[in-house]
């Protein structure tokens, strides 16, 4: 199921969290979701449903009696509509009422009725946390197969510190939306970052290549189930965990490095900016400042991605392209003359691209093509993955 096709029924209980799942709605719309908010009084306290109207679309339900609402999309019609339920804040006394099976407002009418899996994101006081009754209240709903996410210790609005705080939007929107089987048992292989082209001991060529995308697509298949080798350019970033990574830093580094294993792999995707041309010297020694002029004489660097679509019985091949003009007919180029299966298109420049949280994608393939719009690049990432999926499928069928 692409993100698209998602349809999230959102919870939001009175809590101040309240104010974080605005956030939570922002980032599932962003993704492609279809997102319907249903508000506890309590919460109206602290957000209101207009806000969750202006941000899904839809309009947000407070009441269980409610005829106008009624008549548009009935309680018993938005259980069935939707697939995935998050409660976001949850509070102690939504749990402890969720635990004992009540139905006394329309959200814990809504989890009652709903065949769809729960989510709660706890937010409470750390001693409410803590209490035995709000203990006993979760280890009933983990039995009944609620799943809870967080929360996270730390200072709370209260003043006090200590675990209670909700799980950050944007970690709540990766689970209901990262997570699922499509890749499960495959091996997948992805470039990452830079490459660094060594002039002498101290310099080198390089680009702005944060590395953020590749290492956003390798945490994305890894949610799909995926093993997932990462072999990357030197960059500052963490490795999302559960993934094999492989340090290089010169495109012919990184060209070994992918063909050691690239027999094991089913898809490989080149996201790496890999310098398309390294130094034809590469001075043992610091380079002395000498004449006025200083004349580099560049040798074409191996094309990774173009290599490994040109094995037989090699993996299925995705490729990007950081354009700053003519996207489509330079990715549809990309596409013919380097014989992979998929590119990825980003357009370059205008605070996109390289060094920033957010991208957008314009993907090509030869039947098809489809825009992912501009979003946060670990929202892109999954999205890009559900399209890999799903045109992968199509073809291999
Ligand atoms: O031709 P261009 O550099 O624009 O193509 C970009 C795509 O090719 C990216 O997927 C990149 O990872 C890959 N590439 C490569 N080896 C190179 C140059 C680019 O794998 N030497």
Not at 20 to 32: F, I, M, T
Not at 137 to 143: D, F, H, P, V, W
């Amino acid at each position: 199921m692409t993100n698209r096709q998602k349809k999230i029924l959102l919870g939001v209980t009175g809590g101040i969290a309240a104010y974080k799942s605005c956030e939570l709605a922002r980032l599932l719309v962003q993704a492609g979701a279809s997102v319907r908010t249903v508000l506890t009084e309590a919460a109206t306290r602290f957000v209101t449903p207009m806000t969750f109207q202006a941000l899904t679309g839809n309009p947000a339900r407070t009441r269980l009696f409610d005829e106008d609402h009624e008549a548009a999309m009935g309680h018993i019609e938005l259980v069935r509509w939707a697939d995935q339920v998050i409660v976001a804040p949850a509070t102690a006394d939504f749990l402890a009422r969720l635990a004992q099976g009540r139905a006394n407002d329309l959200l814990t009418t809504l989890c009652l009725a709903t065949g769809a899996p729960v989510t709660v994101a706890p937010a409470m006081n750390h001693r409410m946390w803590q209490h035995p009754a709000t203990r006993r209240n979760l280890a009933l709903l983990e039995e009944m197969g609620v799943r809870c996410i967080g929360p996270d210790e730390g200072d709370q609005a209260c003043g006090e510190s200590g675990p209670g705080r909700m799980s950050e939007p944007g970690e709540i929107a990766a689970l209901l939306l990262g997570e699922g089987e499509l890749f499960k048992g495959r091996n997948v292989m992805v470039t990452a970052g830079p490459t660094r082209e060594a002039l002498d001991p101290v310099r080198y060529l390089s680009n702005r290549s944060s590395g953020r995308m590749g290492f956003a697509l390798a945490e994305a298949f890894h949610g799909q189930g995926a093993r997932v080798t990462l072999v990357t350019g030197p960059v500052s970033l963490a490795t999302p965990p559960g993934i094999e990574r492989i340090d290089v830093e010169s495109a012919q580094e990184m060209r070994d490095a992918v063909f050691e294993r690239i027999g094991e792999q089913d898809l490989f995707v080149g996201c790496a900016a890999v310098a398309d041309y390294r130094p034809e010297d590469s001075s043992p020694h610091k380079i002395k400042k000498s004449s006025d002029i200083l004349k580099l004489r560049l040798l074409r660097n191996p094309d990774i991605l173009a290599e490994v679509a040109a094995l037989d019985d090699g993996p299925w091949t995705v490729g990007f392209a950081a354009e700053t003009t003519d996207l489509e007919r330079h990715a549809r180029q990309k596409l013919e003359g380097k014989g992979v299966d998929m590119i990825a298109a980003n357009r370059v420049g205008r605070g996109l691209g390289f060094e920033v949280e957010e991208n957008a994608l314009e993907v090509f393939w030869k039947t098809g093509q489809q825009t992912l719009p501009q979003q946060d690049k670990g929202v892109l990432a999954r999205e890009l993955v559900a399209l890999i999926a799903e045109v992968m499928g199509k073809v291999n069928h």
